[in-house]
Structure formats: C-alpha cells, structure tokens
C-alpha cells in the first residue's frame, strides 16, 4: 500500500516537471508586426444624425439670365360657386321726379269690377258667434261666402257694408273685419227690447279692404238673440263703392 503511494507521488512531480519544461521549449521570443490584412466588408449604415445648423448664403456667382417668354395661356378653371348674398347698402336717395305721362284711353265702366252680394237667413246654424246669412240674393263675382258668414275681398278698394237683422230680445251685433287673418276693426250695434216685439238692429260702414281682407257680421255671446221665422227676414249686404287707386 506504502509502495502505491510512493509510485502515485513520484508520477505527479514527473508530470509536473514535463509540463514545466515543455512551457519553457515552446514560448516563442516577441516577433514583429505582420502585414495589414485585406479591408473588410463595409458596415451597415449608422444611425441617422441629427440635423444640423443651417448654412451660410451662399454667394451667387452666376450671372442672372434674360427674362423668358410668356407661356401659353391654360385652360379656363371651373366656376366657382356662388357665394352667400351680402348685406343690402344704404337706401339710396329720391331721384328726380319724371315726366307727366301720356293721358290714357277713357275707361269702360263694364270693364271694372263690381263685386257686391245680398243674402238673408232663412235656415242658418246656430253654432259660433258669427250670425251666417245662409240664402243669397245677390252674389256679383261671388266675394261672398254663404257657409261661413263672410265676405271675402278680392278686389282692393273702399266698400260699403250694411245689415238689419230681427229680434224680439235685446240684441248686440258688430260689423267685424280682418287682414291676413287677424281681427282689425269691429263696429258694435246695440238695442233694447224689453216688449218681446218684432225690433230691428240696423248697422252701416265703409271699410277700405286689401286683397284677402274679411268682413262678417258677429253676435254678443250674451245678447245675440235673432229671429228666425217665415214672418220677417234679416239681411246683410256689401258692395264696391271704387277700387282703390
């Protein structure tokens, strides 16, 4: 065993021993630089830099040349779109009053309108305030609407407008008038009958109407009591005294 030991110890210090020589045989002495190598491949682009301070002008060492020729004119654009309308200006001032004009041809009374109705109740509704005169008489260019009450103007100018209408009880009537549907004018008419007789409520203007404009006759809600009967009639009419000029 002591024996194996030895043998053991001994192969170690050989072994150290060899390596320790051969380091000292192969180390070479320092030797010169070689020869440069072939360039190697280019590399792959860096990345971009940043941008950096701008330059001084340039100097100009040309000589500037000759104006060119005009080019040939282009093709019209598209119109371009209307624009939105501006403001109206100032009215301006009256000009200078015209000439007299030339005397016209005299006129043909046949030739100008002339509206003008009559009707009387005889089996009216008895609904709303407005007193309808449901048989028409007289209706030239029909400006008068049975079913409504009212008369409808369809030619401006100034109109006459009566009524008389029956009653046994106090009664208050009005001549009423609108434009372009809101009331305007309201004429009240009113009397007493405390004896239960046969009474007439009369009532008359002259409107100037507009085109469009309605008349009617229109009750009291609390004295608008009117006869109705074969006995007595009443009436509502209207008629065109001149057109307007």
Same mark, same amino acid.
């Given at each position: 065993?002591?024996?194996?030991?030895?043998?053991?110890?001994?192969?170690?210090?050989?072994?150290?021993?060899?390596?320790?020589?051969?380091?000292? =045989?192969?180390?070479?002495?320092?030797?010169?630089?070689?020869?440069?190598?072939?360039?190697? &491949?280019?590399?792959?682009?860096?990345?971009?830099?940043?941008?950096?301070?701008?330059?001084?002008?340039?100097?100009?060492?040309?000589?500037?040349?000759? @104006?060119?020729?005009? %080019?040939?004119?282009?093709?019209?654009?598209?119109? $371009?779109?209307?624009?939105?309308?501006?403001?109206?200006?100032?009215?301006?001032?009256? $000009?200078?009053?015209?000439? @007299?004009?030339? @005397?016209?041809?005299?006129?043909?009374?046949?030739?100008?309108?002339?509206? #003008?109705?009559?009707?009387?109740?005889?089996?009216?509704?008895?609904?709303?305030?407005? =007193?309808?005169?449901? @048989?028409?008489?007289?209706?030239?260019?029909?400006?008068?609407?049975?079913?409504?009450? &009212?008369?409808?103007? #369809?030619?401006?100018?100034?109109?006459?407008?009566?009524?008389? =209408?029956?009653?046994?009880?106090?009664?208050?009537?009005?001549?009423?008038?609108?434009? &372009?549907?809101?009331?305007?004018?309201?004429?009240?008419?009113?009397?007493?009958?405390?004896?239960?007789?046969?009474?007439?409520?009369?009532?008359?203007?002259? +409107?100037? +109407?507009?085109?469009?404009?309605?008349?009617?006759?229109?009750?009291?809600?609390?004295? %608008?009591?009117?006869?109705?009967?074969?006995?007595?009639?009443?009436?509502?009419?209207?008629?065109?005294?001149?057109?307007?000029?």
């Amino acid at each position: 065993m002591e024996t194996s030991q030895g043998w053991l110890v001994a192969c170690v210090l050989a072994m150290t021993l060899v390596w320790t020589v051969a380091e000292d =045989v192969c180390r070479a002495p320092n030797g010169k630089d070689g020869v440069a190598g072939i360039p190697g &491949r280019p590399g792959r682009p860096g990345l971009k830099g940043e941008r950096g301070e701008p330059g001084a002008a340039g100097i100009r060492t040309g000589i500037r040349g000759l @104006k060119g020729d005009p %080019g040939e004119s282009g093709l019209p654009g598209k119109p $371009g779109n209307v624009g939105f309308p501006g403001p109206s200006g100032p009215l301006g001032n009256s $000009g200078l009053q015209g000439q @007299k004009g030339v @005397k016209g041809n005299p006129g043909n009374i046949r030739d100008q309108p002339r509206p #003008a109705f009559s009707a009387i109740r005889q089996n009216p509704p008895t609904a709303g305030n407005v =007193v309808i005169f449901d @048989k028409v008489l007289t209706n030239q260019e029909t400006p008068y609407q049975n079913r409504t009450g &009212r008369f409808i103007c #369809a030619v401006p100018g100034f109109y006459y407008f009566t009524f008389q =209408v029956i009653s046994k009880w106090d009664l208050c009537l009005s001549i009423v008038s609108s434009s &372009r549907g809101q009331p305007r004018n309201s004429l009240g008419f009113c009397d007493t009958n405390s004896k239960g007789v046969f009474q007439v409520l009369a009532g008359g203007t002259v +409107l100037q +109407l507009q085109r469009g404009d309605e008349v009617w006759i229109e009750k009291d809600p609390t004295k %608008g009591r009117i006869y109705q009967g074969t006995e007595v009639d009443s009436i509502f009419s209207g008629f065109l005294i001149f057109p307007s000029a």
